[in-house]
């Protein structure tokens, strides 16, 4: 069955670069949408931007200037890069597949930005 | 953006008991071409990522319980819950997909009376 597990730092400083990766198992990311959306502390849920197969990128513009992400086929992993981060940047990153709605969802991963 | 207000935020119902949770979305997610809603309903318990419920506003996903119902067109949806069970208490989320950015309700949360 499709999983996705997310990895990376918990622990980012003030104005550094918040990096993720999604290891998808089950899938091929070849065909398919990637998302990652992210969740505050006590908070709802905010969409962050998605990646196709064939790695075109749409963005939430309030993250546009701040936000990369990436395919690695090889691996089976996509990845996310946000830089110059605060402390409003503080959540759980969830990584998942999506067909416009959010099929699959990683089990999510806190990210606390704090120096 | 496209708000998508969710009302109540919070809903205490008795075991058995139906439970309505309305989403309001500031514009229509409704596509004429392929006469679909882009509205999706997810279940998130404490500690563990969103589940998918329904989407096209209607559609129950694989393995959701057939108590979960979606409802409504354009700006105006609802899910029900036909007989709530212990195991429902969680928070929900609608989610329109319509429009970039994806946005999402604030949430409701359902408890047991």
Known sequence: QVQLQESGPG?????????????????SISNNYWTWIR??????????GYISYSGSTNYNPSLKSRVTLSLDTSKNQFSLKLNSVTAADT???????????????GQGTPVTVSS | DIVMTQSPDSLAVSLGERATINCKSSQSVFYSSNNKNYLAWYQ????????????????????????????GSGTDFNLTI????????????????????????????????
Not at chain 2, 47 to 69: C, H, N
Not at chain 2, 87 to 107: K, L, N
């Open chain 2, 44 to 71: 998130q318990k404490p500690g563990q990522p969103p589940k998918l419920l329904i989407y096209w506003a209607s559609t129950r996903e694989s393995g959701v319980p057939d108590r979960f119902s979606g409802s």
């Open chain 1, 11 to 27: 622990l980012v400083k003030p104005s550094e670069t918040l990096s993720l990766t999604c290891t998808v198992s089950g899938v």
């Open chain 2, 82 to 113: 036909s007989s709530v069970q212990a195991e429902d208490v969680a928070v929900y989320y609608c989610h329109q997909y319509h429009s970039i950015p994806w946005t999402f309700g604030q949430g409701t949360k359902v408890e047991i009376k």
């Open chain 1, 91 to 105: 959540a759980v990153y969830y990584c998942a597949k999506n067909e416009g709605f959010i099929d699959y969802w």
């Open chain 1, 39 to 48: 969740q505050p502390p006590g908070k709802g849920l905010e969409w962050i």
